[in-house]
């Protein structure tokens, strides 16, 4: 101690360092949580509503996913949800929304445990863990497996309709569910036939199915009424690119034609401003003219006789070369993307060239029909009965660009489903929160058995689950007491059959039997569901602390971790404020929280893990 009978502050972070830490911290990230959760909360379900996001173009969703994404969350806590949801569409790719929801619900009730109870993070983990054990084990002893092909074929057509009825195309459910069943069932059978046919190719079913976005194309075609979709069946579909003169005389359909796909352009360019070319007589001009189209012709006629009916490149292909294809009775198209490029290739078996020479026969691609169709105002390309089955699209249209962008987020959702329920051996649990009720019922029996702490944290848990049909009855205008009453009356019931299927019915503003309503969903979507929002309640339960190290302004100092001032004796000075942390102070303000004061320009310190 110094004379004053003072001690002296002890720096351990930079200057505006921002630290927060304790109880307060820890419910500062339970309300950010919360916060996040509500942003999505009103778009669960069928009756769930869009959200419209505007960063650069115009969004509009009701994709949690999409929409936490977008949103892009600042929170370092908050964060985890968002990781989540993310992990839950890639995995299944329903069910993005509702995991946010139970892991904030979750938290949620934990909250009055820690402010009041004060109750340690720890035991929370335990017995979350404990109860989230059980519902995962659970789970597999309700849910029901389809035996026949048939019952299949219908369970997986239930699922996809479930997972298409929140969306917007939910109106259409009789075109785009048995569409997204034929696609990955398609899929399925084409992977089997190859792995039987060519076994020197060792890829199992499961190989396919995980690869399905490489296989599986959506292709979009603003206007037109979205009726006119539809589902190419070993095929590929790529707009009309930019054409020139001759073009609209070619012919535009041929049986079992020969795909030539070049890499090479095929006009004559320009010649730069400030090339130079010496000659001594206007005879070497003319002969460097007619190299030019010498060299021009002589790529045209290697297309042409390698046996090609059809001449596809990612490069421009040019007025001249258009008129000279024409007249050989050849179709071509310049400026393809590679994307399109990629699918043809694996389509047609045709080898993407570079050169215009030495092709043989064997690089060349192969389907049974091409042909161009107009959809409206605009032209598609189609190859159709392409020799790698493997190979589909989907072709969508709509109104607007915002719809068709959220069509095909809605059929990527629905595929994911339907190709889970195929990798997971097609067992399905209820949906319309019957399945979240029940588990709920089991939970708080379980409970009663428990001793002393971990009761009120089981039961704790098991209403927590009571938050996806309660948003149901909520987002629908419906009164989720009353409903929410009858759901636990029939799942405590022991007359009750089928206690499991029991969920809420919006249209009937009453309760039904789920599997009688066909509101089927894969027990994955589910297991993966409650772990993940299980996992993260544990980790934001498990941080007490937060610190945010500031930026250095002097982007050249960054990677050195020098302050700016230091080395030249003036010091800290010329650090600028830190905005994170005044985020951090105006989070903290608003929920009550602290964090550590500010010694000084220069100084700061932590805080004793008491906090505030």
């Not at 942003?39 to 509503?49: A, N, Q, S, V």
């Not at 070049?262 to 401003?273: C, D, H, R, S, T």
């Not at 596809?312 to 007025?319: C, H, R, T």
């Not at 059929?411 to 929160?433: E, P, Q, T």
């Amino acid at each position: 101690m110094n004379q004053f009978g003072m001690r002296p502050g002890i720096i351990l972070l930079r200057e505006g360092t921002d630290s927060s830490q304790g109880k307060p911290q820890l419910i500062s990230n339970i309300n950010a949580c919360q916060a996040v959760a509500d942003t999505i909360r009103t778009t669960l379900g069928p009756c769930g509503l869009d959200k419209l996001v505007v960063k650069g173009t115009t969004t509009i969703s009701n994709d949690g996913a999409t929409i936490l994404k977008l949103l892009e969350i600042a929170h370092p806590a908050a964060k985890s949800l968002v990781d989540i949801s993310q992990a839950q569409d890639a995995i299944v790719g329903d069910g993005t929304t509702s995991v946010v929801l139970l892991a904030a619900e979750i938290l949620k009730m934990c909250k009055p445990l820690i402010e009041d109870a004060n109750l340690h993070p720890q035991i929370l983990i335990k017995y979350l863990r404990q109860a989230s054990k059980f519902a995962l084990d659970y789970l597999p002893t309700v849910s029901i497996t389809p035996k026949t092909a048939e019952e299949e074929r219908n369970v997986l057509l239930k699922c996809a309709s479930t997972a298409l009825n929140s969306k917007l195309i939910a109106t259409h459910l009789d075109l785009f569910g048995p569409m997204v069943v034929d696609a990955v069932l398609n899929l399925s059978n084409a992977a089997k036939e190859n792995a039987e046919s060519n076994t020197a190719i060792a890829r199992t079913n499961r190989q396919y199915l995980q690869e399905m976005r490489k296989w599986i194309g959506i292709h979009k075609i603003p206007g037109g009424d979205v009726r006119q979709s539809f589902f190419l069946k070993d095929g590929v579909a790529f707009a009309k690119t930019f054409s020139y003169a001759g073009f609209e005389q070619m012919t535009k359909k041929f049986d079992s034609p020969k795909i030539l796909l070049l890499k090479v352009e095929l006009e004559i360019k320009a010649e730069k401003e400030n090339a130079e070319v010496r000659i001594s007589s206007p005879d070497q001009y003319a002969e460097i003219v007619q190299a030019e189209w010498d060299v021009i012709y002589e790529k045209l006629d290697f297309c042409i006789n390698c046996g090609a009916n059809i001449v596809l490149s990612e490069l421009p292909i040019g007025d001249l070369a258009t008129q000279y294809f024409q007249d050989a009775g050849l179709f071509c198209a310049g400026r393809l993307q590679a994307a399109d490029m990629s699918r043809i290739a694996m389509a047609t078996g045709a080898v993407l060239q570079t050169t215009c020479r030495g092709i043989t026969d064997d690089v060349l691609g192969k389907c049974g029909v091409f042909e161009e169709v107009s959809l409206g105002d605009e032209r598609l390309n189609l190859l159709r009965n392409c020799p790698n089955r493997l190979v589909s699209t989907m072709v969508l249209r709509g109104g607007s660009e915002q719809f068709i962008a959220e069509s095909e987020r809605s059929l990527h959702d629905a595929l994911m489903v339907v190709r889970r329920l195929l990798l997971s051996k097609r067992r399905i649990v209820a949906g319309a929160g019957a399945v979240e009720s029940h588990l709920s019922r089991k939970l708080s029996q379980l409970a009663l058995l428990e001793k002393g702490k971990g009761q009120l944290l089981i039961e704790a848990y098991a209403k927590a689950l009571e938050v996806i049909p309660r948003q149901l009855c909520h987002n629908a205008g419906l009164d989720a007491t009353i409903l929410l009453a009858e759901l636990r009356k029939a799942h405590s019931d022991p007359s009750t059959n089928a206690k499991s299927w029991m969920g809420v019915d919006l249209d009937n503003n009453c309760i039904s039997n789920a599997y009688e309503a066909g509101i089927w969903e894969p027990l994955e979507n589910k297991l993966n569901s409650l772990s993940a929002a299980t996992e993260a309640a544990c980790l934001i339960l498990s941080i007490d602390e937060t610190v945010i190290s500031p930026k250095s302004q002097d982007p050249s100092l960054q990677q050195t971790g020098q302050l700016p001032g230091m080395g030249g004796g003036g010091g800290l000075a010329g650090l600028g404020s830190n905005p994170m942390g005044s985020a951090m102070d105006a989070i903290n303000a608003q929920k009550g929280g602290s964090r550590s004061g500010n010694m000084g320009n220069g100084m700061s310190y932590m805080k004793g893990r008491g906090g505030g």
